[in-house]
């Protein structure tokens, strides 16, 4: 098999569709350089010393994790220098992060989850980054929260990083969604899969069933009936999964399909959900539809919010096409 790194990728899209100008595709194998750090000292876990509280919290009041603490460190040290950025943003960031003085600055913005699914870290059980590019709006400073204020349809470019049985990297410019898997050996990422597609229907959810009873009653009557099976309304069996990491999570429904919710419940209904709209929801929404998929809060389209803060939080209904629509209606009636 002919072996296409990600940096041949880049290269060759640039020059077929002229979508990857030099800078963006600086940033985006600045994050993959990144990534291949985080990948390493998630790999080492207890021998790297890694594992464990940090001792802190971040603006969303969530203890951190030495990982969380270190994954954001690698990801901001990365990506100064490069000039090819305008400012970044992060979950473990109460404001953005100016790019230093000594630097040339660049026209993008950058937003990432360093670590996600950080419960996973301690269990060995798989995490990973997510992160979402912006263009710098004229006249604005990339070190302003107002700068990064876009909805998720000005996104140029999104992925995630999922740091599992292999390390794989899935990545978007807006056209279509290509995966490229780690080879340790070499220390590249390798075009695995072009133009990954998710099956319209599918019989598989992702959902904390914990939460069941602080749910709305769209959300209750969907799961109620996929949990009915044949014998219900549905007329066939669903099977669940839940990995509590939502990369893991939206990573198996990108490559075989399933429905991924963290819907609004009235644990969480004040801060306007869990899940974060703009380094969470927003690039995988990016992902979900460009493989096919549809990603809505129930009401509306997520990426079509118009953000008014940083850290916002928004309910989250993501994947196969057919599903999400169907929990969408429920919502409507
Ligand atoms: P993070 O580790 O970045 O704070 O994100 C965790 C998120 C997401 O990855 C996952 O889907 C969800 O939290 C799990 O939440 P529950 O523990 O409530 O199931
Ligand atoms: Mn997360
Ligand atoms: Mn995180």
């Known amino acids: 098999m002919k072996t296409i790194t990600l940096t041949q990728f880049l290269i060759e899209e640039q020059r077929a569709k002229g979508e990857i100008k030099p800078d963006l595709r600086l940033l985006l194998e600045v994050v993959a350089r990144a990534c291949k750090r985080i990948s390493i000292a998630v790999g080492k876990g207890a021998l790297g010393g890694v594992l464990g509280d940090a001792g802190t919290s971040n603006i969303q ?3 951190q994790k030495k990982l969380d603490v270190l994954s954001n460190e690698i990801l901001l040290q990365a990506n100064a220098w490069g000039g090819h950025l305008a400012g970044l943003a992060s979950e473990e960031m109460d404001e953005p992060s100016a790019i230093p003085d000594e630097y040339p600055k660049g026209g993008y913005l950058l937003l990432f989850d360093p670590l996600d ?22 006249g604005v400073s990339g070190s302003e929260e107002k700068a990064f204020l876009q909805p998720g349809t000005t996104q140029v470019a999104a992925g995630y990083a999922v740091y599992g049985p292999s390390t794989m990297l899935i ?11 780690l080879d340790r050996e070499q220390g590249s990422f390798v075009l695995t899969e072009r133009d990954m597609m998710i ?9 904390n069933a ?9 959300v209750q009557r969907y799961v109620k009936e996929c949990f009915e099976g044949k014998e219900g309304v549905r007329g066939k069996d669903f099977n ?16 075989r399909g399933g429905v991924f919710m963290y819907p609004l419940d009235a644990k969480t209904v004040k801060q306007g959900g869990k899940l974060r709209l703009m380094y969470e929801a927003n690039p995988m929404s990016f992902i979900i539809e460009q493989a096919g998929g549809v990603a809505s809060t129930g009401r509306e389209r997520i990426m079509d919010m118009q953000p008014h803060k940083l850290h916002q939080r928004v309910p989250v209904i993501m ?15």
């Open 61 to 63: 009041d969530e203890a």
């Open 117 to 138: 699914g950080s419960s996973n870290i301690d269990v060995n059980v798989s995490v990973g980054t997510i992160f979402s590019v912006l263009r710098c709006p004229e």
């Open 171 to 181: 990545l978007t410019v807006g056209s279509g969604v290509h995966a490229f898997t």
């Open 199 to 207: 099956p319209e229907d599918t019989k598989e959810i992702a959902i």
């Open 210 to 218: 914990s939460n069941e009873r602080h749910w709305e009653a769209p």
């Open 240 to 255: 669940m999964r839940w990995v509590a990491s939502m990369v893991a999570d939206v990573h198996r429904i990108v490559t």
């Open 319 to 333: 994947g196969s096409k057919n599903e999400v629509e169907k929990v969408v209606s429920y919502h409507a009636s």
